[in-house]
């Protein structure tokens, strides 16, 4: 079956850390570039991160820049995103999400497959 | 960039054609996609690339734009719709940022 699972989410307080981990299942996941997007509790929708399909690319959200990193075990194929310096701010169910890179240049992308998702708490 | 989407909420029928609008602060070509989420579950992608309709979505989804100004309108409201519609722009790959979101109401 084709489907990501998200695992890893929790309560920590400020300043902690935490990795999620997405595993993926049922397409060749080294293929596909992967996305992170969260939302926060009664907020919208809000991209986090995109990594290559070997890693070699990475990009993130300015708020999030330096405090999380996202990386992939493709022998796994397991997706994670390693969050630092935790803020409340940063409290919100985290999606994983593949990407599908199309048009005569890559140009364009969409989600067309998404996690469950995972909420991460942040609080004293 | 800046993405404004419109109306935050909107009351509707079952059968009513409902229209939603996402505007860009600067040119994004067509690079805009919408999606449904409701509570508890995964967003689901309806359309990309501003008009094409996402395989097994139903033909009363429909998207229309360009440049800064663009539209999602649904057709013939079912009651399955009832739910939150966000815009999407994409800068490739190297960035993504969603609209605020319209929770879509019955009336």
């Known amino acids: 079956e084709v489907q990501l699972v998200e695992s890893g989410g929790g309560r920590v307080q400020p300043g902690g850390s935490l990795r999620l981990s997405c595993a993926a299942s049922g397409f060749p996941f080294n293929a596909y570039w992967m996305s992170w997007v969260r939302q926060a509790p009664g907020k919208g929708l809000e991209w986090v991160a995109n990594?290559?399909?070997?890693?070699?690319?990475?990009y993130y959200l300015d708020s999030v820049r330096g405090r999380f990193t996202t990386s992939r075990d493709n022998a796994k194929s397991t997706l994670f995103l390693h969050m630092n310096s935790l803020r409340v701010e940063d409290t919100a169910v985290y999606y994983c999400?593949?990407?599908?890179?199309?048009?005569?240049?890559?140009?364009?992308?969409?989600?067309?497959?998404w996690g469950q998702g995972t909420l991460v708490t942040v609080s004293s | 960039i800046l993405m404004t989407q419109s109306p935050s909420s909107l009351s509707a029928s079952v059968g009513d054609e409902v229209t939603i609008t996402c505007q860009a602060s600067r040119d994004i070509v067509n690079y805009l996609n919408w999606y449904q989420k409701k509570p508890g579950t995964a967003p689901k992608l309806l359309i990309h690339?501003?008009?094409n309709l996402q395989i097994g979505v139903p033909g009363r989804f429909r998207g229309n734009g360009s440049g800064t100004d663009f539209t999602f309108t649904i057709a013939s409201l079912q009651p399955e719709d009832f739910a939150t519609y966000y815009c999407q722009h994409y800068d490739n790959l190297l960035s993504s940022t969603f609209g605020q979101g319209t929770a879509l109401e019955m009336k």
């Open positions: 690339a501003s008009s």
């Open positions: 999400a593949r990407v599908f890179v199309w048009g005569s240049y890559g140009e364009h992308i969409y989600y067309d497959l």
């Open positions: 990594i290559e399909g070997d890693g070699s690319e990475r």
